[in-house]
């Protein structure tokens, strides 16, 4: 379970303790399930990266609603959108290895994670990375339900394929941009876990 996991399940535990006091059973059982509830949602499953240096993994668990060819500041490329239900485990991963370049922190609305406006007008955390092959792009996205992206990562740090760098809170949306000469291997509809299914391939 990641540090955010005690915080949020702190509470109704220590209320389900008071209500047990006051022999409140029923709250208390429900503050109990509640707190089992969070601390479900913030853990953090090893997960096993691929051998393969020019495997691209997902950056989360969910599933892939969007495949389409999209530029990026006028470079020709993909973009793969992986929606996050709230069961979903919810801890970012690396993609590929390289140096975070450049991190950008975008606020703005909440809009359902599923709707396309999300992508660009959410608040977000933007991850450059240069991969050695070229540059990579992908957002942490806050949704309706998700109100805030968290990076455990600065711009200079290097990163390693599939290790954690960042959360994004109860439901959300990641996009992940790869420049041409990336064999997409992932469509529509994909189940996908983070740090380890292949979602794409350096040809």
């Known amino acids: 379970m990641v540090r955010e996991g005690y915080t949020f399940s702190a509470l109704p535990l220590v209320l389900a303790i008071v209500a047990a006091i006051f022999g409140l059973t029923i709250s208390a059982i429900v503050l109990v399930f509640l707190a089992a509830a969070v601390v479900y949602f913030f853990r953090d499953p090893e997960r096993t990266p691929p051998s393969d240096p020019a495997s691209v993994v997902s950056p989360a668990d969910g599933q892939v609603t969007v495949v389409v060819r999209e530029a990026f500041n006028g470079r020709p490329g993909s973009r793969i959108s992986i929606f996050l239900a709230i069961w979903n485990v919810h801890v970012s991963r690396a993609p590929l290895s390289g140096k975070l370049m450049k991190m950008e922190y975008r606020p703005g609305r909440f809009y359902a994670a599923m709707r396309a406006r999300a992508s660009t007008e ?76 292949v979602v794409a391939r350096w040809t």
């Open 122 to 197: 959410n608040e977000q955390n933007v991850f450059y990375v240069d991969t050695g092959r070229g540059i990579i792009v992908f957002k942490q996205i806050a949704g309706w339900i998700a109100r805030r992206v968290v990076s455990w990562k600065e711009p200079g740090d290097s990163l390693v394929l599939g290790e954690r760098i960042g959360l994004i809170r109860f439901g959300s949306r990641m996009d992940l941009w790869l420049p041409e000469g990336a064999e997409i291997l992932v469509k529509r509809g994909d189940k996908v876990a983070g740090g380890e299914t």
